[in-house]
């Protein structure tokens, strides 16, 4: 059963501080990543994806991708009160039936004024 | 209308009640799907279709019926559900379906009497 973990939070932290999210996966052979948000009542947004080893940076958001040790996390920098949200971690399984993008359950995260 | 488009918005429904699910995609992506969203539960795809065909079925129940008559339209018909059916419904698409980009629509929040 090939599976994505991500600890369900939540995960408080203070406005302007560095939020932390992390994912591991099951699957060694997995070869794309991605980061949806999904704020409460709202349907999910793709906000980073990640194919290789090492970080990808956009705006305030880094990806950060270890194949080795299947983990890949989300760094959000300077947070503000509107990054809260549930952060979805998705990974598409090489070689499976197309679609086969497994999600995370989710970190919700909360920053505070 | 842009993106990705769902009716209705909520629906309550008797167990012997049929009614269907509505999805439009404003895109121009050759892929779409049906995802479920339970409480405390990752995202589960349900069905794929590529190109109006589709490509997988996720082992979902026979109550649950899709459609897809062209690559804007996918339709999920619903009969003789069970109240553990209740779950959010998210119809998303893609311009490649063995990609991890997806973009989804607001959701049917379907609740089963």
């Known amino acids: 059963q090939k599976e994505v973990e991500q600890n369900s939070g939540p995960l408080s932290v203070p406005e302007g501080a560095i939020a932390s999210l992390n994912c591991t996966y099951s699957d060694r052979v997995s070869q794309s990543f991605f980061w949806y948000r999904q704020y409460s009542g709202k349907s999910p947004e793709l906000i980073m994806s990640i194919y290789s080893n090492g970080d990808k940076e956009d705006g305030r958001f880094t990806a950060q991708l270890n194949k080795a040790s299947q983990y890949v996390s989300l760094l959000i920098r300077d947070s503000q009160p509107s990054d809260s949200a549930t952060y979805l971690c998705a990974v598409n399984i090489e070689g499976g039936s197309q679609g086969n993008l497994i999600f995370g359950k989710g970190t919700k995260l909360s920053v505070k004024p | 209308e842009t993106g990705v488009t769902q009716t209705p918005r909520h629906l309550v429904m008797g167990m012997t009640n049929k009614k269907s699910l509505k999805c439009e995609q404003h895109l121009g992506h050759n892929a779409m799907y049906w995802y479920k969203q339970s409480a405390k539960k990752p995202l589960e795809l349900m069905f794929v279709?590529?190109?109006?065909?589709?490509?997988e079925n996720n082992s979902v129940p026979s109550r649950f019926s899709p459609e897809c008559p062209n690559s804007s339209h996918l339709f999920l018909h619903l009969h003789t559900l069970q109240p553990e059916d209740s779950a959010l419904y998210l119809c998303?698409?893609?311009?490649?379906?063995?990609?991890?980009?997806?973009?989804f629509g607001e959701g049917s929040r379907l609740t089963v009497l």
């Open positions: 279709y590529s190109l109006e065909e589709r490509v």
């Open positions: 998303a698409s893609s311009q490649d379906p063995e990609a991890g980009e997806l973009f």
